[in-house]
Structures are given as C-alpha cells and as structure tokens.
C-alpha cells in the first residue's frame, strides 16, 4: 500500500512552459541531481546525518516498546510531552493523522485504555496553566522532550511541572510520572540543564542520536515513544519508512519521487519565480502535517548564501504555506487561482476514508439542492479536490498531487520520511546546508540575553 505521486499537472504540457516543468530542464537538471546523490550517499554511509537509517534500529524500537509496556496499569489518564519545534510537531502530525479527532473526549473503555495526549509546544501561560488544571500530577505522565537538554522554552515547562510533582507527590515516585528524551552524554562535555535533573531524580531517559537534527527526529524516541504511550503501531512506522527508503535511494530522477518533487521545485523557484510552496491536504487526518512540512522546509532551507568572487551574498529558500481542503477554498483559494502566480501547491489525496457518510434525500421542492442527495459526503470531498486542481489548471497553476490510498501508520510514514528526503535533495540543489538553523541560534541568545542571562 503505496503512495503515488503525480506531477502531471506541474508539466509545461498541463500548466503552459512559463509556470510549468519542460522535459529539458528536467533532463538538464539530471547532472547535478546525480552529483548530490553520491554525496548524499556519501554523508548517509558516514552517518554524518542519521535520519535515513532510523528505521533500521531495531533495539531503539524495542527499547521504546518496552518503556511504553512499564507504564501500563499505573493510572497514568494523561500524557503530557513538553517540547517544542521538532520536538511537538512530530507527535502532532502523528496524532492527528492516526487517533480519533476527539481522541481526548473519549471515555478510557473508547480510547482502548491509552492516555490523552496533550502537546505543550508554547509557553503561553493561559495554556499552560490550564493544562496543569486538567492533568493532575498523579495521573499524568510527563515526557520532556529537548535535544539539546537547554531548550528555554522547554526548560521553563519542565521546572514547573517538576514543581507541581514535587509538591503532590513523594521523589521516589518522580520516575512513575516524568520520561526525560534528549541527546545521550558526550564525553567531556558540559552536562545540560536537563541531564543534571534525570540524573538527580534517576528520571527514565530516552536518547536522540546526535547526527539528528531535531526537525528530523520524528522517527527516534522523539516521536516514538509518545506514539507507543497513546497506543500506535510503530513497527508499521518502520515499515512504511523502509517502504519509502527502497524509491528514495535510487539515483533516476525520474523513479526517485523525493528527489524528482525537489527538482521541480528548485526549477520552479529558480526559472519561474515560484517563491512560495503550499501544501493543501484534503484530509483532516492529514491537516497538521502541513505545520510539520513548514517547519522541516522552512528551516532547512531559508539561508544566506555568503558572497564570493563572483556572486554577492544573497538569500534562498521557499516560503511553506499551509492550507486545508475544502475549507481554505473559501479562505485562500481566490489568492491562488488569481493573486500572484508564484506558488507550487501540492494536493493531499485520501481516496478510502474510514466512514461513508451518506447525505439524505431531503425536500425534493428544494431543486437547488437536489444534486445532493442520495450523494455521499465522500463523494462532496472528491468533487471539491477535482474541482480545486482542475481550476489551479485552468488558471496555469503548478501542482503535484500526492494520493493515500488509506492514512494509516505506513502511508504516513512512507509521505514524511519522502519529505525529509526531499529536503536534504534541496538544500543541494540550493546550495545550503539543510541541516543547520544558524538564524535560530540567534533568536535563542537574545532570548537568554532578555531574560538576563
């Protein structure tokens, strides 16, 4: 069970040679696309980045099964992961994509005996605060999640929760309620805020392997543990990943759906002046992995290029824009088909939907509703996607489409882990190192310098 990826409609031959792809400059791009293989390749055999063989670490898996086994049967009603960035939008996405959209109102009988998950990925202190009303210490499992072990936002979440334990619940019972995910120790190094409270409180610890970025590290304990707690199958996540891995680490073009999704939008951007890539899933299971596809593309992306001899400093990337089908066709969709033509948009696809919902037949003296009935509500949703592409092509509009024939873990993963391939393909192509965030370290020291630090 495969996703498809179609870029029919992001040809020259679908949207005219000004907004679309030629198959010249698909073949001329071949060359370069061929060149960052065999360093990606390189770095990937090296393990300068980890993210690719993730699903190969089967005792990380079990290792996470066997922590998430140790808290059944001990009350635990609620979980609460402390993090942000990577760190939230993974188990967010995965959340989203595969629990009941009213997971959290759902009797404990209806959720099959796993928690509520809450996602703190903010310090408003409304929510927060609200939050910590809700979830009462006895009954929540707390999973703090930061790679580095100094995240400020993250640190301040946890020096409150860890507060409220402290003051409801006996230290020896700490390592019942609290599971610390963070890199391991480094030898020599200088021990973070985070590992000097799990070593003091002997607190559970999960590792994320240093060679991964936090934006890639849905497949680590990061996403994986809390995706176990609330009762995923997360060996189907390997699956899908290991699906996904065999197309994506071949050298053609043409037969590497990442690679070739990274070259149309490296020619869009850089030939057609397409800055902006709008990713517009026609799923609500699918809604949130557009904010997880933001931040990947975003911050992997958007760099300054240093000055040279020959070319002065510049700045590259693509804006990601997010959007949900069908309702933003009656919020963004009018920007899309008649504002500014420098977009590529890609459409989610769900073809088998878990529910049939049928429209009744209603008052047959309404004629102007007559076409609905006896329709499904199924079939509203398929007619309003087709009618969306369809319009984006007949106003020479860009699109790749991207079908799931049902999101279940393996699709799921099958479509993030293609992403996170993509974006290591683009940052080549771009000409930037995909891998770092030199911009947000600087927001993160003048964050330390205003709170007086």
Request: glycine share 6%; aromatic share 8%.
């Amino acid at each position: 069970m495969d996703i498809k990826i179609d870029i029919a409609r992001a040809k020259s031959s679908a949207v005219t040679k000004e907004h679309g792809v030629t198959p010249a400059e698909l073949k001329a791009i071949e060359p370069l696309v061929l060149k960052a293989h065999k360093q990606m390749q390189a770095d990937r055999k090296s393990k300068r980045y980890g993210f690719y063989d993730l699903h190969k670490d089967k005792a990380t898996l079990t290792a996470v099964k066997t922590m998430a086994r140790s808290f059944k049967n001990k009350g635990i009603e609620n979980l609460v992961v402390l993090g942000i960035g990577g760190s939230a939008l993974g188990i967010t996405t995965l959340f989203t994509a595969l629990k009941s959209p009213y997971h959290n109102l759902l009797s404990e009988e209806e959720r099959g005996g796993v928690p509520r998950l809450f996602v703190m990925d903010n310090v408003d202190p409304d929510t927060f605060s609200e939050m910590l009303r809700i979830c009462p210490p006895e009954k929540t499992l707390y999973n703090v999640i930061s790679k580095s072990g100094g995240t400020a936002e993250t640190l301040s979440q946890f020096l409150i929760v860890l507060e409220q334990l402290n003051q409801h619940l006996s230290v020896d019972v700490l390592k019942d309620h609290m599971v610390v995910t963070m890199s391991p120790p480094v030898k020599g190094g200088k021990t973070s805020p985070l590992q000097h409270f799990q070593k003091k409180y002997n607190l559970p610890v999960c590792h994320i392997p240093l060679n991964v970025g936090g934006r890639f590290s849905i497949f680590t304990p990061v996403g994986l543990f809390p995706a176990a707690i609330i009762g995923m199958d997360i060996d189907a996540l390997f699956k899908g990943c290991r699906a996904m891995d065999k197309r994506t680490s071949k050298a053609s073009l043409m037969d590497n759906p990442a690679y070739l999704r990274a070259a149309i939008h490296y020619i869009l951007c850089f030939q057609k002046h397409k800055s902006m890539s709008v990713m517009l899933p026609y799923s609500d299971k699918l809604r949130d992995v557009s904010d997880w596809y933001r931040q990947l593309w975003a911050e992997s992306l958007g760099k300054i290029i240093p000055a040279t001899d020959e070319i002065p400093e510049h700045h590259v990337g693509m804006t990601p824009i997010k959007a949900l089908g069908v309702t933003d066709q009656h919020s963004q969709l009018q920007l899309y088909l008649e504002g500014p033509n420098d977009k590529l948009l890609t459409v989610l696809e769900e073809t088998n939907y878990n529910t049939t919902l049928s429209i009744p037949l209603g008052d047959q003296a309404v004629k102007s509703a007559a076409y609905l009935s006896g329709k499904t509500m199924n079939q509203l949703m398929a007619a309003e996607r087709k009618a969306t592409v369809d319009s984006l092509r007949e106003c020479d509009r860009p699109v790749i489409r991207v079908t799931f024939p049902k999101v279940n873990e393996e699709t799921i993963a099958q479509f993030l882990y293609m992403l996170e391939v993509e974006t290591a393909m683009a940052g080549q192509l771009f000409g930037v190192d995909p891998f770092d965030q030199p911009a947000v370290e600087l927001i993160k020291n003048f964050t330390r310098k205003n709170m007086g630090a």
